[in-house]
């Protein structure tokens, strides 16, 4: 039998505006958008990558451009983060652990601006990507954003310790089955609680279960 070979994969930051380029080309074709509205400037990745933010891609071995993420340094009142903004990875390379490495690509980024956390969004019924934030990469779901790109766009805002390699999970004190009748209103819940998601367990069936527990630095 003859085995497929494995193909390598490098992380890099991008640079150039060719590789703007690719990267607002590839952007548009994993999301699917035709309205220009939804694109993506590469003008706009040279300003972030010239100014303290995060444009990082994928190359495979032919130097193609098969994954890209990016950032920009934010602020509240807790002090200053990484916000990633987006990732995304062609599909023919999804499930190779590209997300992982574009993650790790944009906290050595942030690092190296003396930035300690990082932090995104995703849909809390994607369970798929709720157990790659929570348990794969170890960050916390602290916040809900109902709407947060219009009608039917709820979020959870995730947090990443970009000091600590993979935080152990605290002991679960409340579940959550998924589906549910209110996702939205059992988040604000258990978030309002002081609780953050540490956790998600997927099932064959694609039902799930959430873990919250009491925050790390409560």
């Not at 193909?7 to 220009?36: C, H, I, M, N, Q």
């Not at 609680?193 to 925050?215: H, Q």
Request: aromatic letters at 10%; a negative charge; charged letters at 20%.
């Amino acid at each position: 039998m003859n085995r497929i070979p494995e193909v390598s994969f490098r992380a890099v930051s991008l640079t150039t505006t060719s590789r703007f380029a690719e990267a607002s080309e590839l952007y548009r074709e994993v999301f699917g958008y035709d309205d220009p509205v939804y694109g993506l400037n590469p003008r706009l990745l040279g300003a972030l990558a010239s100014n303290g933010g995060s444009v990082v891609g994928i190359l495979d071995e032919s130097d193609q451009l098969v994954a890209f993420a990016y950032g920009f340094c934010a602020t509240d009142r807790r002090g200053f983060y990484h916000y990633s903004q987006s990732a995304v990875v062609a599909a023919a390379h999804q499930g190779h652990g590209l997300g992982r490495m574009l993650k790790h690509a944009q906290k050595e980024v942030a690092l190296s601006h003396g930035l300690s956390r990082m932090r995104w969004t995703y849909d809390p019924a994607q369970l798929r990507n709720a157990h790659f934030n929570l348990d794969v990469l170890g960050a916390r779901g602290r916040w809900f954003a109902p709407d947060m790109y219009g009608p039917g766009t709820d979020r959870v805002i995730v947090e990443w310790d970009l000091t600590r390699e993979h935080p152990v999970p605290p002991e679960p004190v409340a579940e959550l089955a998924v589906p549910t009748t209110d996702l939205r209103r059992s988040f604000e819940e258990l978030l309002g609680k002081g609780l953050v998601a540490v956790s998600c367990k997927g099932r064959p069936d694609g039902t799930g279960v959430y873990y919250f527990g009491p925050a790390d630095d409560a």
